[in-house]
């Protein structure tokens, strides 16, 4: 599978930067649910923190391959993300770039591909993945209001910001709720 490729080229290349600690990676990798559609989430954790301009970013990711095109993560929150384009294969990968100190925060426990000293273990191993769920009085707070919102839309015609608004519900209520239902994540 491409993606298993491209990560075992990424731990190659990077087990040779001495500023790069070590290789995780998380997402569909992690339930053994990737396919060919699949994007490849991997988190680079470095000694000197390298996010603080694109520059760098953009050097690491290049390393990798026949680069495409890439841009930071501002848009979801997580502005050490470099969101990337990969050509031969065709592939989307997330490259996360992080500290020893910041890989210990996280929403789920990444795979280690590669661990300089077994200091990703051991980070892992004094910390514990909390994902960021909000809370039934935060959801009850807000929710008739939202519902409120998507129906002014609704008569008022502009039936694609209602559309979008559903799917707005499903990613901050619906999807978190059902998450806390079925135990697939502990409750915040």
Known sequence: MMQLEFAQKAKEIYSKNENVIGLAVGGSWLSNQMDEFSDLDLIVVTVEKITDGKTLMM??????????????????????????????????????????????VRVETPHILFDRDGQLKRS?????????????????????????YALLKLGRGEYLEAYDFLGFLRMVVFGPLLHIKTKSCPEA
């Open 124 to 148: 892992l191993d004094n910390s514990e993945a909390k994902f960021p769920f909000p809370g039934y009085q935060w959801i009850e707070d807000r929710f008739w209001t939202w519902i409120h």
């Open 59 to 104: 050097q690491y990711a290049k390393s990798l391959g026949n680069f495409l095109s890439g841009f930071t993560g501002e848009h979801v929150g997580e502005p050490r993300v470099l969101i990337c384009l990969y050509d031969n294969p065709l592939l989307h990968v997330d490259l996360k770039f992080v500290t020893t100190e910041e890989f210990h």
